[in-house]
């Protein structure tokens, strides 16, 4: 069966039954990569314009949660005689949790809110999945330099560990954007997925270290390191708030799972890339 | 941006052999759409021996034709022939099931109502996105931005978002894009049916432009007046296949002729109406005709059964002109009790009328029985004699409003003969005389 080959320079498309090969595809994504930064830009402009607030929402919400969370657990869960700023370490966690959970809410269902845009205008869907995550970015980056200015104030240490907070970021993206392009495929198909996501992230938020360090839970607490949020939430924690137990095991995880998802999330638009269409 | 940022590789390497002689090759294409029963459902479709629900919806089937660099073609078919379909292989948003489907330049597609707009954004920002989308740079838009802007009307409203443009506005800015991307191949898809006359005319022009610079169009169009103007070749689908390919005037003619057929089809799979229509006539001086001159009397006489008792009927008389217009109507004293029917009485409805259409061309007499409210069909004809009215020499136009001209006083009205030179044509439609605008 013929397979659909993109020609740009010579303006040739020929599309067949079976899709784009890897190579071409990728070349073709990067030819619209403009595309995907106009997108972006766009999407964070027209999601606070109408407030009058704008962009502080973006940011001042999981400083609420986080505040509440540190007033609250601070007392229950007897978190005051840590060895490392209890403070520091759940906003660190919520603020980067809290990019995640909206990012990837959104991009699950990207693909289909999209289909305006797409029944219409040939681009790579995959670009529709991964302008949440690149237009949340602003936002975290706002948030990571409220962060490290709050440090002080709740009685934490700014240290060189802060250095570790771009490599975290970096994982974060790469993490929520495979998690971003598995899902919005699977929710063109599926229409399920979008709440399967909500009631995941729910869930997700609290296997997860983000409020409680993971030692808490005794026997338990090893197993969170096979969760993949564990090891990119608890970098962000240790550049804010210091060490606090091994690293390493969670953070191999994390990686492991990031490529994972993109290999999927990558192979899964590729060849259904001209076949969304039909479903939206 | 987008062409620019490739480089001349290996990878084009198996594209060399590529046959780029024709804008748009459609080989051997089928396009088949797996519906499930029920909606799509996730713990459903992973179960395994859960296949048979699924069922194919065929909506293309083996296609082949292909269209030159600068054609214009025409694409005709009812709802659901899978026209949408295609046009959305040919913008490349769609892959086939089998075959294979070739474009060779830049496409600007503009299908149905929108065309890839973000209803949150300005208009500035979707023409924006959207030039570059169909690859354009950013030089290009910025260079053409005042230009599109002022075709498309939309004025001041450029800087508010487009959920709140009318419909009408939503899709001048629209083809306003797509016309100034200056593509290679530009599609579209029942977009002249939006915007007031002067739009549309303005829309044709621009049309005729492109057509004159050697951009290949393609069009779905319902209205058969877009396709004459436009189309010199017409593809016709019927029930996703190519039924038809050549002359616009014939390929319209074959659509009409399906039209029918398929209403007739329609009609008989349908329970039995409570009064059946068991032939119908049409002449002149007592004589059967299909052709006729517009001051000549004809009478349409439809022989009816009443399959059940009926007390009251009415009937509502309809001429359409060839692209379904109602040209013309009238109806019996509805809400007048007059009469009852038995059960199994046969009778005829008689209609006398003169086809006062100045222009002329082909008509369809469609004629409705209702109850006497009138609201409620109780029978219906759905195929309907055709006639053929021959125009009156100097006239245009559904309509004949027995216009004269004084220029200076001088008596300037076309007066030549009245007599009919085009009795003799075909009154199955093809053989209209005139074409509207000519």
Redesign the interface.
Same mark, same amino acid.
């Given at each position: 069966m013929p397979e659909t080959q993109v020609n740009s320079q010579r303006n040739v498309l020929e599309v067949g039954p079976q899709p784009t090969r890897l190579l071409p595809w990728f070349r073709e994504f990067w030819a619209y990569r403009e595309v995907l930064g106009i997108l972006a830009r766009k999407d964070f402009q027209t999601k606070y314009k109408r407030a009058s607030f704008g962009i502080v929402w973006a940011v001042l919400l999981p400083m609420i949660q986080a505040a509440v969370f540190v007033v609250i657990f601070s007392r229950v869960g007897q978190f005051n005689h840590l060895s490392f700023n209890y403070s520091a370490y759940v906003l660190a966690g919520v603020l980067s949790w809290s990019y995640f959970g909206t990012s990837g809410l959104a991009a699950s269902t990207a693909i289909v809110d999209g289909s305006s845009l797409t029944d219409k205008v040939w681009f790579p869907r995959s670009l529709l999945a991964l302008v949440p995550a690149l237009s949340n970015l602003f936002g975290l980056a706002t948030s990571m330099v409220l962060l490290i200015v709050a440090l002080p104030i709740v009685g934490a240490h700014v240290t060189w560990r802060l250095v570790f907070l771009p490599v975290a970021i970096v994982l974060l993206l790469l993490f929520t954007a495979g998690f971003g392009l598995v899902t919005s495929a699977l929710h063109v198909y599926f229409r399920d997925v979008k709440f399967i996501v909500q009631a995941a992230l729910l869930v997700w938020f609290y296997v997860t270290p983000i409020v409680y360090p993971a030692h808490a839970l005794h026997t338990i607490g090893p197993y969170l390191d096979f969760n993949p949020m564990t090891g990119i939430i608890n970098l962000f924690q240790f550049a804010a708030a210091g060490p606090f137990g091994p690293l390493m095991r969670p953070i191999l995880v994390s990686i492991g799972v990031t490529v994972v998802m993109l290999v999927i999330g990558i192979e899964v638009t590729r060849r259904h890339d001209r076949l969304f269409v039909d479903k939206l | #941006?987008?062409?620019s $940022?490739? &480089? $001349?590789s290996d990878?084009?390497a198996?594209?060399l052999m &590529?046959d &780029?002689s024709k804008a748009i090759e459609i080989i051997n294409v089928s396009k088949s759409?797996v519906k499930l029963n029920e909606?799509?459902?996730? *713990?459903k %479709?992973i179960m395994p021996f859960n296949r048979a629900e699924k069922e194919e919806l065929k909506a293309l089937q083996d296609i082949s034709f292909s269209v030159e660099h600068g054609e214009t073609l025409g694409i005709l078919g009812r709802n659901g022939a899978g026209k949408s379909t295609l046009m959305? #292989?040919l913008? !490349?948003? %769609?892959?086939? %099931?089998? !075959? *294979?489907?070739?474009?060779? !330049?830049?496409?600007a597609?503009? *299908? $149905?109502v929108?065309? !890839?707009?973000?209803? +949150? #954004?300005s208009g500035r +920002?979707n023409v924006?996105?959207?030039g570059?989308?169909?690859g354009l740079t950013k030089k290009e838009i910025n260079q053409r931005f005042d230009e599109i802007v002022a075709f498309s009307e939309v004025g001041e409203f450029i800087d508010t978002p487009v959920k709140f443009y009318s419909s009408g506005m939503y899709m001048r800015l629209g083809f306003a894009v797509a016309v100034h991307v200056e593509p290679?191949i530009l599609l579209l898809d029942e977009v002249l049916a939006v915007g007031d006359v002067a739009f549309q005319l303005k829309c044709f022009d621009r049309m005729r432009e492109l057509q004159h610079r050697g951009t290949t169009i393609v069009m779905v169009s319902h209205s058969m007046h877009a396709i004459r103007l436009m189309c010199p070749r017409v593809l016709l689908f019927r029930k996703g296949k190519l039924e038809f390919d050549g002359d616009a005037e014939e390929a319209i003619s074959t659509h009409h002729q399906l039209l029918t057929l398929d209403a007739a089809e329609d009609h008989f799979g349908q329970a039995r109406m409570p009064i059946s229509v068991l032939s119908r006539r049409l002449q002149r001086d007592g004589v059967e005709t299909a052709a006729a001159s517009h001051d000549e009397t004809l009478e349409a006489i439809w022989s009816i059964r009443f399959e059940e008792p009926i007390s009251s009927p009415q009937a509502a008389f309809r001429i359409l002109a060839e692209d379904g217009t109602l040209a013309y109507s009238i109806h019996t004293t509805i809400g007048d009790a007059w009469r009852d029917f038995d059960a199994g009485h046969e009778t005829e409805v008689r209609v006398r009328f003169q086809p006062r259409f100045g222009g002329g061309g082909t008509f369809r007499l469609m004629l409705d029985i209702t109850d006497i409210t009138g609201v409620h069909v109780l029978g219906t004809d759905p195929e309907g004699p055709r006639v053929y009215v021959g125009p009156r020499p100097g006239t245009g136009g559904l309509g004949d409003a027995l216009a004269t001209i004084d220029i200076d006083d001088v008596h300037m009205t076309n007066h030549r003969s009245l007599a009919m030179d085009g009795r003799a044509a075909d009154a199955n439609g093809s053989g209209e005389a005139r074409r509207p605008g000519s």
């Open positions: - | #941006m987008i062409a $940022s490739w &480089t $001349s990878a084009d198996p594209a &590529t &780029t759409y909606q799509a459902m996730l *713990l %479709s959305r #292989m913008a !490349g948003v %769609s892959a086939p %099931s089998e !075959g *294979l489907v070739r474009i060779v !330049g830049r496409v597609p503009l *299908l $149905s929108g065309v !890839g707009f973000h209803k +949150e #954004m +920002e924006h996105v959207n570059m989308l169909l290679q």
